[in-house]
């Protein structure tokens, strides 16, 4: 297979929890804003069902614009989007898309921001239930009657994580929630979604520039080209669950590689781990 061109949804069959056959389709998105150049370009993208996938690129490349598509958040020029076989034409319930900011309401405690999506999508009388079951999963069990204002940003996103889970969605969408936290915070989170995924076999679609967040966090990292946004690379993360931590050897070696892809695709001199937002 060419490293630079070559796709591997078929190789996810032996991850644990995730099927071989399609969940998430998108196929031949194109996308330009009014007046602006082209953002993307013929965009294709499977993800099974239970696979967590990053989307890795420069800032500018149209990662966010294509999970926001993904997700119903816009629609795009060309090209669609499938979900469990149905054309995604906006948004919905069983798929929830988590942000830079946590977007909590301040005055409110943990508890009440958790339930907020359960509250809006009629489904207030399961709150009772499935509250504690969520807090428990992020680790927040403790400030459940605590204000969110009292709280760190680490916790604030745990929060935001909670308020994601309450509904119990087939697919998460991240666009960069943890890059505005410091390193060590950050790869908590990091391991913890991961965690929360294989547990409830979610489908986790991801978006970050940061290649060590990637390699931490997905089964399979999908490089993008620029200038329109476009695939450059699909390649399965070769790590077990054991291995994908921070300074272990078979963690450096498999950085070292998605890297040394990433610096091909990108042109560049040396390769661009954390870059800023």
Known sequence: MNALSGTEPAALQGNHG????????AHGISHAYRRGQPVLSDVALDVPRGAVVALVGRSGCGKSTLLHILSGLTTPKAGGVRIGGQRVTGP???????????SLFPWMTVWQNAELGLRFGGRRNTAKMRIPQVLELV?????????????????Q???ALARSLAPEPDILFLDEPFSALDAFTRRGLQRDVRRIAREMRLTVVLVTHDV???????????????????????????LAEDERHEGGPAFA????????LYAEIAGQAAPLTHEPT
Not at 139 to 155: C, H, I, K, T, Y
């Open 18 to 25: 995730v099927d071989a056959a399609p969940f998430l389709s």
């Open 92 to 102: 919905s319930p069983a798929w929830v898309v988590m942000f830079q900011s946590p």
């Open 139 to 155: 680790e927040l069990s403790p400030f459940a009657e605590r204000n969110v204002q009292d709280l760190s940003g680490g916790q």
């Open 157 to 159: 996103q745990r929060v």
């Open 212 to 238: 060590s967040e990637a390699v931490a966090m997905a089964d399979r990292t999908v490089l993008f080209q620029s200038d329109p946004g476009r695939v450059a690379a699909d390649t399965t993360i070769a």
């Open 253 to 260: 070696a498999e950085l070292a590689r998605i890297e040394r």
